[in-house]
């Protein structure tokens, strides 16, 4: 089993920047993929971004190619992700995902964290 939790959502102006934090818990965080969903409201959950186990490769959704960054530190089995140039359709929850296999955690991830809110103002 392995527990994610969630951390850095708020508010933040468009065009501003804004960092999510997951802590893992568990069973071993370097050999699991990890990623980021997002769910607008009235939407369903999309991925944003993935970094399989070692890093070494990632995934990003079209949407915010070049603007976000996903990146992970095992010493602190957390993942980050670093949103820059923020957009008001940027607005959702968050919600970090983990799984053993990087092609299961951009499409349907086995564990899920409680998601945090981002909200972008015009």
């Known amino acids: 089993q392995v527990q994610l939790v969630e951390s850095g959502g708020g508010l933040v102006q468009a065009g501003g920047s804004l960092r999510l934090s997951c802590t893992a818990s568990?069973?071993?965080?370097?050999?699991?993929?990890m990623g980021w969903f997002r769910q607008a409201p009235g939407k369903e959950r999309d991925i944003v971004a993935a970094?399989?186990?070692?890093?070494?490769?990632?995934y990003y959704a079209d949407s915010v190619k070049g603007r976000f960054t996903i990146s992970r530190d095992g010493a602190k089995n957390t993942v980050y992700l670093q949103m820059n140039s923020l957009k008001p359709e940027d607005t959702a929850v968050y919600y970090c995902?983990?799984?053993?296999?990087?092609?299961?955690?951009?499409?349907?991830?086995?564990?899920w964290g409680q998601g945090t809110q981002v909200t972008v103002s015009s």
């Open positions: 970094i399989n186990w070692s890093g070494g490769s990632t």
């Open positions: 568990g069973r071993t965080f370097s050999s699991y993929a």
């Open positions: 995902v983990a799984d053993n296999l990087y092609s299961q955690v951009i499409g349907r991830p086995d564990y």
